[in-house]
């Protein structure tokens, strides 16, 4: 259950970061969009640079 929650955070945390559409990204797709974001990123261009 600890995995599904940590999702859900990670899902809410990309939301208010800008990341919009999110509910596709995997988990490490959301860290890396996240870790984009943190250092700058636009957060639609963190979202393609994650998805590859």
């Known amino acids: 259950m600890a995995d599904?929650?940590?999702?859900?955070?990670?899902?809410q945390?990309?939301?208010?970061?800008?990341?919009?559409g999110n509910?596709?990204?995997?988990?490490e797709q959301l860290r890396?969009?996240?870790k984009q974001v943190?250092?700058?990123a636009e957060p639609m261009h963190a979202?393609?640079?994650a998805k590859g």
């Open 38 to 40: 943190g250092k700058g």
């Open 13 to 20: 945390r990309a939301h208010k970061a800008g990341i919009e």
């Open 4 to 11: 599904r929650d940590e999702l859900h955070d990670l899902r």
């Open 23 to 27: 509910s596709k990204m995997t988990e």
């Open 47 to 49: 979202k393609r640079g």
């Open 32 to 34: 890396e969009a996240l």
